[in-house]
């Protein structure tokens, strides 16, 4: 369903996206944020499958900046180097990309994002900054150090409450200093619990945040 296209980000950077367009009346734009694992097989099947419901969705390969082509697997060795790639980034070069990311899918309409992890904290920071009109964020830990940021838009959370890398304290945290309309969803699930191709893949926890997004995006983009 979906391609690989060039976007320019502000500054210059040109990097790679992956867009998927529906087949039928558009519903709205949507930027898919990846994980640290690139925009790899399993981020272009969440596009197609939000396209396959109306969106015009774009995952841009934020990793470019440092190296192109980067697609890893849910092992010790993906997950070492891709957590080397995202220190190397920071947190403020992603957001030129996102905001590109936002231009390639804005003919769609209203636009939201919806991040993973790494991407789920990137989400949250795009609602504060770039304009979108909704933002689902899934099991971003790192929402907590941003959380004096107020977001443009509504605001939808999906945490794992059996998730080893963002202990419930973390959570409630998020919970308790988050704007009052934002609402936080969890799940006995772990980390990483949409994810089919991960060990933690929870399909009725993934199915329950797919539908609850869904509404949410629905009603957000009209």
């Not at 390969?61 to 082509?69: K, P, Q, S, T």
């Amino acid at each position: 369903m979906g391609e690989t296209t060039i976007l320019t980000a502000s500054d210059g950077h040109r990097f790679s996206a992956y867009v998927a367009e529906p087949t039928g009346p558009l519903k709205g734009g949507l930027v898919v944020v990846q994980e640290i694992f690139g925009v790899n097989p399993h981020i272009r099947d969440v596009c197609d499958r939000w396209a396959a419901q109306g969106f015009l969705t774009c995952a841009p390969a934020l990793f470019d900046r440092v190296e192109r082509g980067v697609e890893l697997d849910y092992d010790g060795e993906g997950i070492i180097r891709g957590r080397t790639i995202r220190a190397e980034l920071g947190w403020e070069t992603p957001l030129l990309d996102l905001a590109a990311a936002h231009q390639a899918v804005e003919r769609a309409g209203k636009c939201g994002i919806i991040g993973f992890c790494w991407g789920g904290s990137l989400a949250w920071l795009g609602a504060c900054r770039l304009g979108f009109s909704a933002a689902s964020c899934y099991y971003g830990g790192q929402i907590g150090d941003f959380l004096g940021e107020t977001p443009d838009c509504p605001v939808e959370m999906h945490f794992g409450r059996l998730d080893p890398l963002i202990p419930t304290d973390v959570v409630t945290r998020i919970r308790a200093a988050a704007p009052p309309d934002t609402v936080v969803h969890d799940y006995d699930a772990g980390h990483g619990f949409c994810c089919d191709r991960r060990k933690d893949f929870h399909p009725e926890s993934a199915a329950l945040a797919k539908d609850r997004t869904l509404g949410f995006l629905s009603q957000a983009l009209a």
